[in-house]
C-alpha cells in the first residue's frame, strides 16, 4: 500500500514538473512573478497604501500629477483614470509600502561624487508622496544595479541609500504612461514601456524581446547568446524591421467604439467569439500581460477590423493596417503567411 501510494504521488509530481516546464517553455517565465505575489511587510515607505492621497511624479522638465478623489477614484492631472491605468497606480503605491530595499547603503559606504553614478545627481525621476494630513516624503530614482534587479534610490533627509527592487520604479512608469496616453489609441500602453509581446495567431506563439540594448529579436531565432551565461543580442539588421511594425502600432487610432462593455453576442458578430488572432504586451517586470488586443473580423465596409480591448472592454474598429502589422511580425518571426 505504501509502496503503491509513493509511486502514485512520484508519478503525479513529475507530471506537474512536466507541465510546470512546458509553461515556461512556452511563455518564458515561471507561470507566477515571484516578487509581486510573495511580499514582505516593510516597505521604503512605513505606512499604509491607504494613506496615500497624492503623488507628484517629475522627469526633467515633465510634471505628472497622480490624486486620490473619494468619489472618482484615482485622478491623473485632475481627469478620471481607467480602471487599467488605476489598477497600475494602486500597484505602484502597494509596491512602495510593502517592497523592503535589497541593500540599504550607509552614508559612509559611497561618496557624494557617486550621486552622478548612480543615476541620482539628478534623478532619472522624483515621487513626492503626500498623505492625507499633509506629510511629504521625497523619493528620487536612480539607475539600475548592475545586476538590473534593483534601482539606486533617495530619500530626502535621510543619510543612506537605498537598492529598490526595479519593479517598483517601472511600475510608477508604467502607471505614468498609462494614465496620460490618449485614449484613441488602439494600443492602451506605448510600446516604449513594452518588453516582450506574444501574438498567438491559428494556435502558433511568436514572442517578440528586447535585449540589454533595448533592441527587439524574435525569441526563437534572430538573435545570439553571448558567452558567459544566457545572453540574448538582437540581429541588428531585423531589430530595426520589428521596431517600424511594432511603432506603427503605437500610433494607430481606434476608428470607432462599436460598443463598452460588450455581450457574447455582440462578440460572435464581431468574430471574437474565439479570435484567432491574440496580441499580448508585458512591461519588464510584469508576471502578466499589462495589455491585450484580441483580432476580429473585417467590417462590413472596407479593411477595417473589429478588435476588442479588455483594458477597457470595448469593442471598437481600427484601420485594417493592424492586421497587416500583425501579418508582418509574423512574416519577421517565421511563420507561415
Known amino acids: 500500500m505504501n509502496r503503491a501510494l509513493a509511486g502514485s504521488t512520484a508519478i503525479a509530481a513529475a507530471c506537474l514538473m512536466i507541465g510546470l516546464l512546458g509553461v515556461i517553455a512556452v511563455t518564458g517565465r515561471w507561470p507566477v512573478d515571484a516578487p509581486r505575489t510573495h511580499v514582505e511587510a516593510g516597505g521604503i515607505l512605513s505606512l499604509p497604501a491607504e494613506r496615500v492621497a497624492r503623488v507628484e511624479f517629475s522627469a526633467g522638465e515633465q510634471r505628472s500629477l497622480f490624486s486620490r478623489n473619494p468619489r472618482e477614484g484615482w485622478l491623473f492631472n485632475g481627469a478620471p483614470t481607467g480602471p487599467a491605468a488605476a489598477n497600475h497606480i494602486d500597484t505602484a503605491v502597494r509596491l512602495l509600502t510593502i517592497s523592503a530595499p535589497r541593500r540599504v547603503l550607509a552614508a559612509s559606504e559611497y561618496s557624494p561624487g557617486q550621486l552622478a553614478e548612480y543615476g541620482l545627481d539628478p534623478p532619472r525621476f522624483v515621487l513626492v508622496v503626500a498623505e492625507a494630513d499633509g506629510n511629504t516624503t521625497r523619493l528620487g530614482f536612480g539607475e539600475a544595479t548592475p545586476a538590473q534587479n534593483a534601482q539606486y534610490v533617495h530619500i530626502t533627509g535621510r543619510p543612506e541609500l537605498y537598492l529598490l527592487p526595479r519593479d517598483v520604479g517601472e511600475e510608477w512608469q508604467l502607471a505614468r504612461d498609462m494614465a496620460g496616453r490618449p485614449a484613441n489609441l488602439l494600443l492602451p500602453v506605448s510600446i516604449a514601456q513594452i518588453w516582450a509581446i506574444e501574438i498567438v495567431s491559428d494556435g502558433r506563439l511568436s514572442r517578440f524581446e528586447r535585449d540589454l540594448s533595448g533592441l527587439w529579436f524574435h525569441h526563437v531565432g534572430q538573435h545570439v547568446h553571448l558567452s558567459g551565461g544566457l545572453v540574448h543580442r538582437a540581429d541588428p539588421a531585423v531589430a530595426p524591421l520589428i521596431?517600424?511594425?511594432?511603432?506603427?502600432?503605437?500610433?494607430?487610432?481606434?476608428?470607432?467604439?462599436?460598443?463598452?462593455?460588450?455581450?457574447?453576442?455582440?462578440?460572435?458578430?464581431?468574430?471574437?467569439?474565439?479570435?484567432?488572432?491574440?496580441?499580448?504586451?508585458?512591461?519588464?517586470?510584469?508576471?502578466?500581460?499589462?495589455?491585450?488586443?484580441?483580432?476580429?473580423?473585417?467590417?462590413?465596409?472596407?479593411?477595417?477590423?473589429?478588435?476588442?480591448?479588455?483594458?477597457?472592454?470595448?469593442?471598437?474598429?481600427?484601420?485594417?493596417?493592424?492586421?497587416?502589422?500583425?501579418?508582418?511580425?509574423?512574416?519577421?518571426?517565421?511563420?507561415?503567411?
Open 243 to 337: 521596431e517600424g511594425e511594432l511603432a506603427a502600432l503605437d500610433r494607430l487610432p481606434i476608428i470607432e467604439t462599436v460598443v463598452r462593455h460588450p455581450d457574447a453576442a455582440a462578440l460572435g458578430t464581431a468574430g471574437l467569439a474565439q479570435a484567432a488572432t491574440v496580441m499580448l504586451l508585458y512591461s519588464r517586470d510584469s508576471a502578466g500581460p499589462v495589455a491585450r488586443m484580441e483580432l476580429g473580423n473585417v467590417t462590413v465596409v472596407g479593411s477595417d477590423r473589429y478588435v476588442y480591448i479588455p483594458q477597457t472592454d470595448n469593442l471598437v474598429i481600427v484601420p485594417g493596417d493592424a492586421a497587416q502589422r500583425l501579418l508582418t511580425l509574423l512574416q519577421l518571426a517565421g511563420a507561415p503567411s
